[in-house]
């Protein structure tokens, strides 16, 4: 929430209005960026509910992830090494709308553990990998210190040296545990083609140094901007009409708050960038909804850690009510979203963005018996 309520300044002039001047101690950290990729911020576009809540279960990023990602609310019970109880958004995508047609219709581009990568399909009754998401995991696949094209190659299970079983164990989100092909996101064979061609120009482009810092980003590119940039890869190639991308490099405020600044502002430029390549892409300009909500939020008592720049650092426990504070930005075509609404009461939970991407692309009646949330109408015309 201090990112929305800009107590040192709008670190997120891409997402938010405002000209509020970033506290110097912090700005002192930070490099100039590339020029804006957007030239008014995506709040004039849609809806912004500035009082959003994830208001049950424990504050963690898993826990937030997976209520995000299931409309499910979570308890300290939750294992970290299951599949969830609770079919995904992109389980119901597919079984309820496209069954019939593409599965490269439906991505999920996630962090690089072991713990996200398994948020694509569920143990639920009814549902399960034939409608899973196709999933990436960009900062696992690919190295950038020039040594190796494919990163951790201790954790794929094939031995045999064939690079596409490497990539299609990947893809199948294998990583440690011998290789099941019903584990799959089932593409067709032309499917299949596709998504091999496109990897395999992915490896190329890589391995070429054409991805190294596509953007000119000054001295680093964040894991979260390499993660908006293959979304962006995905959306050139396959124009997907359901795509989910986690951005988990701010978790660094646990003891360097003025770099979480900086890496806010670096991931608020990524989703600039994000909205501008929707909006220059055929079949996607002006009939997509793009939603970007916090998993969890921070503390309002800072930890004992103080950064170079003298800040304190910030966790997110379960008693600060803070860590329960976060806030939901709906951007889409004024045909349908309200341009330039700003709800400043609280208004709207975590479990709520499932359903509201279930009402956008019209299987909410199928699924609304499974979710406890419901659409975000606010921001509907």
Request: some cysteine; proline content about 7%.
């Amino acid at each position: 929430m201090e990112s929305v309520h800009k107590n040192d300044g709008n670190l997120m002039p891409n997402l938010l209005n405002g000209n509020e001047s970033i506290s110097g101690d912090i700005s002192a950290a930070m490099s100039n960026l590339p020029v804006a990729p957007l030239s008014n911020p995506l709040q004039n576009s849609g809806t912004l509910f500035k009082e959003f809540r994830y208001d049950n279960g424990p504050t963690g990023h898993f826990n937030g992830h997976l209520t995000a990602i299931t409309g499910q609310y979570t308890d300290s019970s939750l294992s970290l090494r299951q599949r969830p109880s609770f079919p995904t958004v992109f389980e119901m995508y597919r079984k309820h709308i496209n069954p019939s047609t593409s599965a490269l219709d439906c991505w999920w581009v996630s962090h690089d553990n072991n713990l996200y990568p398994i948020l694509n399909y569920s143990d639920y009754d009814g549902y399960g990998p034939m409608y899973a998401a196709n999933q990436i995991s960009p900062t696992r696949l690919f190295r950038y210190d020039n040594t190796e094209f494919l990163a951790s190659q201790a954790n794929f299970p094939v031995s045999n040296g064939d690079l596409q079983l490497k990539m299609r164990t990947f893809m199948d989100n294998n990583f440690g545990s011998a290789f099941n092909p019903s584990a799959s996101a089932l593409n067709d064979s032309d499917e299949a083609e596709q998504l091999k061609s496109w990897m395999r120009r992915m490896v190329q482009e890589h391995q070429n140094g054409l991805h190294n810092n596509p953007w000119s980003m000054p001295n680093y590119m964040t894991n979260d901007s390499r993660n908006i940039f293959y979304a962006e890869k995905i959306i050139e190639e396959f124009q997907p009409e359901l795509l989910v991308v986690n951005m988990f490099d701010v978790d660094v405020c646990h003891s360097q708050f003025t770099r979480y600044c900086d890496t806010l502002r670096r991931a608020d430029w990524a989703v600039g960038h994000l909205w501008n390549t929707i909006q220059s892409t055929p079949g996607m300009a002006n009939d997509t909804l793009l939603i970007v909500a916090p998993e969890i939020g921070r503390n309002l008592n800072p930890n004992t850690i103080i950064d170079p720049y003298g800040r304190a650092a910030l966790d997110h426990t379960n008693g600060d009510p803070m860590a329960k504070e976060i806030f939901c930005l709906m951007a889409g075509p004024s045909s349908v979203v309200n341009q330039g609404l700003e709800i400043s009461q609280v208004e709207g939970r975590s479990i709520d963005i499932v359903p509201t991407i279930a009402d956008a692309l019209g299987f909410y009646p199928e699924v609304s018996g499974i979710l406890p949330g419901q659409p975000l109408s606010s921001a509907w015309i």
